[in-house]
T-cell receptor, first 114, second 115 residues
């Protein structure tokens, strides 16, 4: 089955540690995105990538980093510089053809920093 | 900057009834798309319906339809014949044409369908 996988589903880390969230897609999509979801704030864009080896900052990129070495993978690292990392993180992907393309979302990762 | 506002944090509707969720947005752009996404308790985001701003005809998908008022910058979602499985968070989202389909989301409306 084609889709987007995110792992792990739940992640616990101590304050000050970097942590990497995995996102993989087998939909042959060009573009990939990372969103953060907090209660009462909807989803906010962290980073996005339209092509391998290229990515751009979204609205709340501070304290996060990404890489796009393969078309299928777009890992997100939450660094110790992120002041409030506890949140639900969603990865999405889309084709990058035409004016607008539907985004398909993964199941999410719940990160809790203790 | 673009903003999306959902002024109803929570709503409730009885099974088989109709409910309308509100969404307003603000942009100076003329070419854009609007979406409604559903997030059930599983937290999987699912696209419900989309509307191209250049189309005057309101989009419909089975029991889901929108009322798109471009001049008023309003984009409401109507759910007809509500079902228990419609219980979810509903997010209105917006993207400008040619911006890599980046989405700006509203804060969501929690819909509870009751017996």
């Amino acid at each position: 089955d084609g889709g987007i996988t995110q792992s792990p589903k739940y992640l616990f880390r101590k304050e000050g540690q970097n942590v990497t969230l995995s996102c993989e897609q087998n939909l042959n999509h060009d573009a990939m995105y990372w969103y953060r979801q907090d209660p009462g704030q909807g989803l906010r864009l962290i980073y996005y990538s339209q092509i391998v080896n290229d990515f751009q900052k979204g609205d709340i990129a501070e304290g996060y980093s990404v890489s796009r070495e393969k078309k299928e993978s777009f890992p997100l690292t939450v660094t110790s510089a992120q002041k409030n990392p506890t949140a639900f993180y969603l990865c999405a992907s889309s084709m990058d053809r035409g004016p607008v393309n539907e985004q398909f979302f993964g199941p999410g990762t719940r990160l809790t920093v203790l | 900057a673009q903003t999306v506002t959902q002024s109803q944090p929570e709503m409730s509707v009885q099974e088989a009834e109709t409910v309308t969720l509100s969404c307003t947005y603000d942009t100076s752009e003329n070419n854009y798309y609007l979406f409604w996404y559903k997030q059930p308790p599983s937290r999987q985001m699912i696209l419900v319906i989309r509307q191209e701003a250049y189309k005057q005809q309101n989009a419909t998908e089975n029991r889901f339809s929108v009322n798109f008022q471009k001049a008023a910058k309003s984009f409401s979602l109507k759910i007809s014949d509500s079902q228990l499985g419609d219980t979810a968070m509903y997010f209105c989202a917006f993207t400008i044409t040619g911006t890599a389909s980046k989405l700006t989301f509203g804060t969501g409306t929690r819909l509870q369908v009751t017996l």
